[in-house]
C-alpha cells in the first residue's frame, strides 16, 4: 500500500515543486525594453528533463494560473489578468507550448542532444511568434518594432540557457531515473 500512496503523490509532489521553482525564478528580471530577461525560460527548458512533457505542461500552467488569479510570480512580482492580457502576455502563454514541444523532443530523442536542441530552438520559435504577434496586437507597434525589442535582444541569452539546458538536462533525468523517481522512464 506503501508503494501506491507514494506512486501517486510523488509525481504531484514533483509538479507542484517544479511549479514553485518556475513561480520563483520567474519574478527576478532585467528589463530590456517592453521584455525582461530572466531565467524563467531556463527552468521551462529543464522542467520537462526533471517530469516529463505531460507533467512539465501542468506545472507550466499551474504557475501561469497563479499569475492570472494575481500571485506575483510574473516578472517584476506582478500577476494578475492585466499582466497575461497586456502587451508581454502572448509570451507567458507561449511557456505552455515552449515545454511541450521540448519535452516532446527530449521524449522522442533520449539520447540524441542536437535533436533536443533543435527541439528547443522550434519551442522558442513558437514562444516567439505567440508572444510578439500579441505584443504587436496590443501595442500597435509593426512587426520590425517588435522584433527589435521582443525578439533580437533575447536570442543569444535564449541560446545559451538551451546548451545549459541541454548540457545538464540529461544529466539530472539519469539521477532521477537512478533514483526511481522519473516520471515517464
Known sequence: METKTRSNVYPLAMTAMMAAVIAAVS??????GPISLSLCTLVLYMVP???G????????????LLGMVG???FTGFQGGMGKVLGP??????????????????????????????????????VLYVLG??????????????????????????????MFIATALGPLLGDRLVKAGIHPER
Open 27 to 32: 519574478p527576478f528580471a532585467i528589463p530590456i
Open 49 to 51: 528533463y526533471i517530469l
Open 53 to 64: 512533457w505531460q507533467r512539465g505542461a501542468v506545472a507550466t500552467l499551474v504557475f501561469i
Open 71 to 73: 500571485a506575483p510570480v
Open 88 to 125: 508581454t502576455g502572448g509570451y507567458i502563454v507561449g511557456y505552455l507550448p515552449l515545454v511541450i514541444i521540448t519535452g516532446l523532443a527530449i521524449r522522442a530523442f533520449p539520447k540524441n542532444r542536437a535533436i533536443q536542441l533543435l527541439g528547443m530552438v522550434a519551442a522558442t520559435a
Open 132 to 161: 510578439t504577434t500579441w505584443y504587436m496586437f496590443q501595442s500597435g507597434n509593426p512587426l520590425d518594432v517588435a522584433l527589435k525589442w521582443c525578439v533580437i535582444p533575447f536570442i543569444p541569452g535564449d541560446l545559451i540557457k
